[in-house]
């Protein structure tokens, strides 16, 4: 009887491993954790129309996703292939943009804000 437990408590450590060590899954089984949906990657540049300098702190809104350019005015942002086309650009002191976007043939976009 004692046997018997040892074996079906090594058979169940087992089985709880080979579960927990995700190389040890067969090949053709499909982790829905790494599932990703198809996403664009839009990348640019914000910076000032007449002085051309780059302008960190923009806000760049995409449906509800909202990043910020970083010191030197770059950004990047993902978005789901079947958003929404139209780029909202904003920054205190200089005047909203918007900006449409044609379906998956932009991946990168240089924006020039002009001052109030």
Known sequence: MK?????????????LSVMANPAAQPANTVNTSEVVTAKNVITGKVVDLVTNESLPGAAIKLNQE?????????????????ANRKVEVSLISYKNQTIDIQKDNCK??????TQH
């Open 3 to 15: 046997s018997n437990l040892i074996l079906i408590f090594i058979a169940i450590m087992i089985s």
């Open 108 to 113: 990168s976009l240089n924006i020039k804000l």
């Open 66 to 82: 909202t990043v910020y350019s970083d010191f030197e005015g770059n950004f990047r942002i993902e978005i789901a292939s079947e």
